[in-house]
């Protein structure tokens, strides 16, 4: 939620000494139309765009550098063709910049080198803030003298004073309001975990066009809490220690059981293409299954990605009303996620990617390991059974299960997103999120909870320290293509039968009632209150015995929205508002959000596109699924939080004739060193 720590800074600064890619090293030759840009693509992105706005007479930033990903039936056809044509379709690539205070949209063309077109953005709302200028915003706050007067009243040092950026949102002022930031800052001494040291009742809020102070406010004083207790590095826990294990492994004797080809993973029955971007992190196109029966890849997802996190606080203070955060439009969640750490972050035998992005000059900044693959196996039984019902014999059958991991974190200033993509050889995806890091606590005088007699807005967590109700909604763009790119969105309701003519002994049983979207508002649902199927199928594709072949989704980790339907941040946030919707595809309709989502009005986004209420039945579709937290903080949460984890589920639904991984060949016996089986 909070950005650029000092530590973020410190990263930064090293990747820009000794990560900075250049651009005459890399001769690389694209392989695939929908590669993230390369280090020196982005560079050359920002060479052009900067020739035009030359910095005598420009302010120019880059606030975002992105693949403009070529028409989808241009990337299907390349698909196709493959194997006969070393061609790939023109790169372009998709740029918001900040020229003289104004925000531009601009496509530029890499295989010409030019600018195919640049349009000024006048609407509501801000695009993605750069590292940059949070870690500018940071500083400022040290030289300005008010500040300095606050810490020196509090009894604290400066020096152990570190500042942290939060964007402002938007609470019905009419006016455009100017890019600013507000900062709120912590207290160290003694401690890394600043988050749980709070220095309440000052706020700082800076413009970041001029990059100065614009207003100042230091309102009350409370104690910050101590920072006894607060520490979660291991070499620095004293006795006596927690749980230990016993360093456990994963044997893989043929090796990782996957090939990375550039973007491209294959592994068992699937194919697909990973990629990285600053604003979603991980992007997962292109996603096959190879159907044994009918010998050949069948398309299930073209492109899925997180496309905005949403995460309201439930203090109306005036310290914290506003922290109504937009993770991914905001602050970046490609941008916020950092090097994962091998053997820890990601099992032993997990293989790692590095991912670039654009700094605020437009140099390619690497982030290296930033997303790892990994085969996991659990002990969990893929499928089994065991039949004693023969007279004579006993069949056992069992498979295991192993799936394929894709994992990124994204820390976003307090918080860790673990971002999980499984991939299933029984032909499911499952999508998990976990939750850790620190908790957004808030400072107060109280060190027990009898003293309590107003509201905190939370759970007293420690002595002084309130770890704050808040949502987490995490919403993910789905274009699926099951079996082709015309699809159709179907709910099957389970609904309740009265039986009353006797016909049975039976009063009622249940059927499945299906209903096919024709419009957007026909796939607007709010999940979790009606038993029902929801699938998408493609209505011109049939199984041997007739059924339409689709995937449906199993819904987990389900909450709506608590805040009411007129609160500022909820109309900024009005894709929270269903669990699922349905699109029509449209190349710009990405960002839920809205492609600028700081300060945003909510005229952009999910639940306008929506409104329009196109049509949907049997055309390309683009599912959005929401899954959330209602977090009310625990004591375990402090001072950093056992990850909380949740997530859904896409599963096959009629599309294979039959169970895919009938003939999983059984696994090969692992000899184990010095080990054998234990029986209890
Ligand atoms: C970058 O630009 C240079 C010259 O302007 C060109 O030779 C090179 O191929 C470009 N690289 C990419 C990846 O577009
Ligand atoms: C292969 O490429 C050609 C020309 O680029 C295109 O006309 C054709 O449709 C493609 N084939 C398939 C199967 O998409
Ligand atoms: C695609 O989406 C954009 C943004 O919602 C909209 O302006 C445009 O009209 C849409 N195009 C089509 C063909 O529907
Ligand atoms: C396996 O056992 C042998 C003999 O008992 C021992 O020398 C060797 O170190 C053991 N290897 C491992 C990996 O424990
Ligand atoms: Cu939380």
């Not at 139309?33 to 050359?44: Q, R, V």
């Not at 509501?124 to 706050?141: F, I, S």
């Amino acid at each position: 939620m909070a950005m650029a720590s000092i530590v973020r800074t410190l990263f930064l600064l090293f990747f820009f000494l000794f990560s900075v890619a250049s651009p005459s090293t890399s001769t690389h030759h694209h392989h695939h139309p929908l590669d993230p840009l390369s280090p020196s693509e982005l560079a050359n992105v920002s060479a052009i765009i900067k020739r035009s706005n030359p910095s005598s007479t420009h302010k120019l930033t880059f606030q975002y550098i992105g693949l403009d990903d070529p028409d989808k039936s241009t990337v299907i056809s390349w698909l196709s063709n493959q194997t006969t044509t070393t061609t790939t379709p023109p790169r372009r690539a998709f740029v918001i910049a900040r020229i003289d205070q104004q925000s531009h949209e601009i496509t530029v063309d890499l295989s010409t080198n030019s600018i195919v077109s640049d349009r000024v953005y006048t609407g509501y709302g801000y695009p993605l803030l750069t590292l940059e200028e949070q870690a500018e915003a940071d500083e400022l706050p040290m030289k300005y003298a008010p500040f300095q007067a606050s810490i020196r009243k509090r009894g604290l040092k400066l020096s152990e004073v570190v500042c942290q950026t939060f964007s402002v949102g938007w609470f019905g002022e009419r006016k455009q309001g100017k890019r600013l930031l507000k900062i709120l800052c912590f207290y160290l001494d003694g401690t890394v975990n600043l988050y749980m040291r709070p220095i309440e009742g000052i706020t700082v809020v800076v413009d970041l066009d001029e990059m100065k102070v614009a207003n100042y406010y230091d309102r009350f004083t409370v104690p910050v809490p101590k920072a006894d207790g607060t520490e979660y590095r291991a070499s620095k826990q004293k006795p006596p220690f927690g749980p230990s294990h016993n360093g456990m492994s994963v044997v893989q004797s043929d090796g990782p059981g996957f090939k990375i080809d550039g973007h491209t993973i294959r592994w068992a029955n699937w194919v697909f293409h990973l990629g990285f971007d600053a604003r979603a992190g991980p992007i997962i196109s292109l996603a096959s299954i190879y159907d044994v029966d009918k010998q050949k890849f069948r398309r299930v997802m073209y492109k899925g990605y997180v496309s905005e996190l949403f995460v309201p606080y439930m203090d109306p203070t005036f310290e914290w009303y506003y922290k109504t955060f937009f993770d991914a439009g905001e602050f970046g969640f490609g941008l916020c996620s950092l090097s994962l750490e091998p053997f820890t972050d990601c099992p032993a035998h997990a293989e790692f990617m590095d991912g670039y992005f654009a700094g605020r000059d437009g140099q390619p900044i690497k982030i290296s390991n930033v997303i790892c693959v990994f085969q996991r196996y659990s002990g969990d039984i893929m499928w089994r059974h065991t039949e004693a019902g023969i007279p004579g014999k006993v069949i056992r059958e069992v498979r295991p299960e192993v799936n394929l991991v894709v994992r990124m974190v994204s820390t976003v200033g307090n918080y860790d997103y673990i971002i999980d993509w499984e991939f299933k050889q029984s032909g499911s995806i499952k999508f998990g999120v976990g939750l850790s890091g620190l908790l957004e606590v808030k400072g107060v005088t109280y060190t027990h909870r009898d003293q309590i007699k107003e509201n905190v807005y939370g759970t007293l967590l420690a002595e002084n320290t309130v770890g704050v109700y808040h949502d987490h909604f995490v919403t993910y763009y789905l274009d699926l293509d099951v079996d082709g790119e015309d699809n159709s969105f179907v709910q099957g309701k389970l609904k309740t039968m009265k039986i009353t003519d006797n016909s049975s002994p039976r009063k009622s049983y249940w059927t499945v009632v299906s209903e096919t979207a024709r419009t957007e508002s026909d796939a607007r649902v709010q999940l979790g209150l009606q038993p029902a199927e929801f699938l998408v199928v493609n209505p011109n594709e049939k199984t041997k015995v007739g059924n339409q072949v689709g995937y449906r989704i199993l819904p987990g980790s389900l909450a709506g929205p608590l805040l009411s339907d007129d609160d500022y941040s909820q109309i900024r946030a009005g894709f929270t508002k269903y669990q699922l919707w349905v699109t029509p595809y449209n190349k710009s309709e990405k960002w839920a959000g809205g492609l600028y989502a700081d300060q945003s009005r909510g005229g952009d986004g999910l639940s306008v596109w929506s409104s329009r209420n196109r049509e949907i039945e049997n055309k390309d579709i683009v599912l959005w699924y929401t899954l959330g937290f209602h977090h009310v903080p625990y004591q375990e949460d402090f001072p950093v939080m056992p990850t909380l984890s949740g997530g859904f589920e896409l599963r096959p639904a009629n599309f294979f004739d039959n169970n895919p991984v009938l003939k999983a060949q059984p696994p090969k016996r692992v000899s184990w060193p010095n080990c054998t089986t234990t029986h209890i």
